[in-house]
């Protein structure tokens, strides 16, 4: 049965979405289906689907989906593309927006008073796993430190890229990761600045992750490499994130641009993966 919906394309710093809004119409999406809308060359394509429904408890619940259809637990891009959809589509104007997600409840704003039209995202507290623990990933030993923004991320410091190329997709299954995980490669370039490149856990390499870049501004606290007082930038492929962590609730803020790349039609029941 042809089930057609209204979607728009969002991009944070290239980090990009495909969101459909169910707060009037229900939406159940499979596994296949989010896959399929994902496929850059047979469907729309994006880094992941997000998709808006009623919530009990905050403004809207937001769902996410990975590239490969698995469920996230939380996205700080897709958290903040969903913000500036409901300020400029759906009216909110400025105002906060609380969202339900599977990592709990978390606030955004969007400012329209800068030109680049800033989203700044209330992440909740870190939680470490471990600081500078050390993995075997086959011959290899690296060294990191793991943090959950809600959902998991191992940042490496210091490690060539063409390593963190050839390892970041086993890393990522390790069976110290029970869920998988998301791996950053990080390297301070000035005082509290970091260059980051992202291996996200479904989505393989993306242009910026923005739970990476918050455990990225973590995992340098703990670890010594910039100062508990000061917002950190985050440079990644697609752009800048910036993250401050508060020291009293130590609650980590992340601020950055997100924007609607363009909206349309599909049937979602087509959206099916190709066979292999």
């Known amino acids: 049965m042809i089930e057609t919906r209204r979607f728009w394309k969002y991009n944070g710093l290239g980090n990009d979405f495909i969101l459909f809004d169910a707060t009037k119409e229900g939406l159940c999406l499979s596994e296949g289906a989010a896959r399929g809308l994902c496929d850059r060359r047979r469907g729309i394509g994006a880094d992941g689907v997000l998709v808006l429904s009623p919530s009990a408890c905050a403004d809207v619940r937001l769902t996410i989906f990975n590239a490969d259809g698995s469920e996230a637990e939380m996205c700080g891009n897709g958290l903040r593309c969903a913000a500036r959809f409901l300020d400029e589509v759906k009216g909110a104007r400025g105002r906060a927006l ?16 800068v030109a680049r039209c800033l989203v700044t995202a209330g992440m909740g507290a870190p939680t470490i796993q471990f600081v500078r623990g050390q993995i075997e990933v086959g011959e290899r030993a690296v060294t990191g430190t793991a943090v959950s923004m809600g959902n998991p991320h191992l940042v490496l410091f210091d490690l060539p890229a063409e390593d963190f190329a050839t390892l970041a997709s086993r890393i990522e299954r390790h069976a110290a990761f029970p869920n998988r995980t998301n791996i950053e490669c990080a390297c301070a370039i000035g005082p509290n600045i970091f260059e980051v490149l992202v291996w996200e856990r479904g ?20 670890e010594g490499r910039a100062a508990m007082d000061a917002e950190v930038e985050l440079r990644l492929p697609g752009g800048s994130l910036f993250v401050r962590v508060d020291d009293e609730s130590n609650e980590v803020v992340l601020r950055g641009e997100a924007a609607l790349v363009f909206e349309g039609s599909i049937d979602v029941s087509s959206a099916t993966p190709p066979s292999r």
């Open 203 to 222: 989505c393989g390499f993306t242009e910026a992750c923005g739970t990476g870049a918050c455990a990225v501004a973590v995992a340098a606290r703990v």
């Open 98 to 113: 609380v969202f339900e997600t599977r990592a709990g409840p978390r606030t955004c704003r969007v400012d329209r008073e």
